[in-house]
């Protein structure tokens, strides 16, 4: 389980996060959804350790990560699984290297071992025979999946995605998203995906958080949010430029209008 | 070791040469009357190992390693591939960065000794091809001053020079923000700061040493 309590983080004098509370049952697939730069990235980052907050407390299994030493952090990212939005893959690597990396630094798996676990997940995400690629050779779609099979080498506890179908067209942000909902259930993992896509966040979700202005402003299922009337989740949901919401700078916070939410 | 070191070394001799070529031939105008011409090779010989050969090495491979290791490090870095490594419990400063000190600070002092080496054989090439120095004139009286403290101390200079190479190169990339921009300002960042540290760690080692 993780609990995310009163978390506050600023860049410089521009505050992101401003008391986000949440809990994450084990098993979940929650998404967290919100505008461009409201801290989505920002907050997920925290999860694993990458970003360290201002105040506040990240407990992952009851284990407080924000007052760990460095070796008990790296402990605790075993449990983790990352998909950049990137992709982040490692350029001078091959599929097969980028895929093992983990294995090679924490196992003691041979090469032989290594390989079919490679291949193993590989299948899981959908791909065959591009071991030896690199990632350069790779479309984006083939990117994202490459990724998650690395994030799922490690056999992760909780799958974390930050935006995972941005930048891909319909159909393989449809792919990508079935993959997301058959590995929740595959692996028995918890999924926590970051998106601003709606379409995305209704078919993984069990639940729809909304971060808005550094906190979280909605919590509850796919058939709750599409219910709300919340004037600035409905604004957000809906897609529409006229409502509360005002437009904000990248990173930045709207110090006018939307405050009616 | 191969990138750093074994890729370096045809820039590394070129500079060598042309700094051999050039001592020589500036030596031999500043003594031309009034120190005897026998000194000429002893003199570049010094000025070869102690100062231009480590000086001039680091600061190609400034531009060459440093800079190389900002912009693979920043590259790193603004396309989040650093963040992956971490989010697969690697530490990121001991996959990328302690490799890169340690293989700069290993090659840093072999090239300093290729680089005297070839320096020492151009000078020699133009005081025989274009001085009218004997070789036996050229080379006479090295053997009576020639100390291996002095040699010592520019590999040592050369030792610590490639830890700045590297840790200047290490700590930009690593600090890099703001995509393919941040890049290019961190690879030119690099340079500078690895040039500036190269020249005040030489003085702050010559006032040690010497």
């Known amino acids: ?151 799922i080498a490690m056999d992760p506890q909780y799958v974390l995605y930050d935006e995972p179908t941005t930048g891909l067209d319909p159909i393989m942000a449809d792919i990508i998203n079935e993959l997301i909902i058959r590995l929740n259930e595959q692996l028995d993992v918890t999924t926590i995906v970051v998106t601003h896509d709606m379409v995305s966040a209704y078919k993984v979700a069990d639940r729809i958080v909304m971060l808005h202005r550094g906190v979280i402003m909605f919590d509850g299922t796919p058939a709750e949010i599409k219910n709300t009337d919340n004037k600035v989740v409905r604004q957000f949901i809906e897609g529409r430029a006229e409502g509360p919401i005002k437009p904000v700078p990248i990173g930045g916070i709207s110090l006018r209008g939307d405050r009616s939410g | 070791m191969i990138t750093i070191g074994f890729n370096s070394l045809p820039i590394v001799l070129l500079v060598g040469t042309f700094t051999g070529a050039v001592s020589v031939w500036q030596t031999n105008y500043q003594i031309e009357g009034y120190v005897p011409v026998r000194f000429l090779g002893l003199t570049t010989f010094k000025a070869v190992v102690i100062e231009l050969g480590p000086v001039l090495t680091a600061l190609m491979l400034a531009g060459r390693v440093g800079a190389s290791i900002a912009a693979e490090l920043g590259t790193m870095k603004v396309t989040e591939q ?31 000794i290729f680089a005297n080496m070839i320096a020492i054989l151009g000078a020699w090439l133009v005081a025989i091809l274009f001085l009218g120095i004997s070789t036996q004139i050229f080379f006479s009286e090295i053997p009576h001053f020639f100390h291996v403290h002095d040699v010592m101390s520019g590999l040592l200079k050369a030792l610590f020079f490639g830890g700045a190479i590297a840790l200047v190169g290490c700590y930009i990339g690593f600090e890099t923000r703001g995509g393919a921009e941040g890049v290019g300002k961190a690879t030119i960042r690099s340079f500078v700061l690895s040039a500036v540290l190269i020249l005040v760690i030489d003085y702050i080692l010559a006032t040690m040493l010497f």
């Open chain 2, 82 to 112: 650093i963040d992956a490594l971490e989010s697969l419990a690697i530490n990121s400063v001991r996959y990328l960065a302690v490799p890169r000190f340690f293989a700069t600070v290993f090659m840093m002092p072999i090239l300093v």
């Open chain 1, 1 to 151: 389980m993780i609990e995310i309590q009163e978390i506050t983080k600023s860049f410089g004098d521009k505050p992101v996060l401003r008391g986000v509370d949440l809990k994450i049952d084990t098993g979940e697939s929650i998404v967290i959804i919100g505008r461009s730069g409201c801290g989505k990235s920002v907050l997920l980052k925290h999860l694993i350790g990458l970003i360290s907050p201002d105040s506040g407390r990240i407990l992952i299994d009851d284990e407080d990560i924000t007052s760990m030493r460095d070796s008990d952090l790296y402990r605790v990212r075993h449990k983790f699984g990352v998909l950049f939005q990137s992709s982040a893959l490692f350029d001078s690597m091959t599929v097969r290297e980028n895929v093992c990396l983990g294995l090679d630094e924490h196992t003691t798996k041979s090469g032989e071992e290594k390989m079919v676990i490679a291949k193993d997940k590989l299948a899981m995400v959908g791909l065959s025979d591009v071991e030896d690629l690199k990632p350069a050779e790779l479309s984006g779609g083939m990117k994202k999946r490459v990724g998650l099979a690395r994030a």
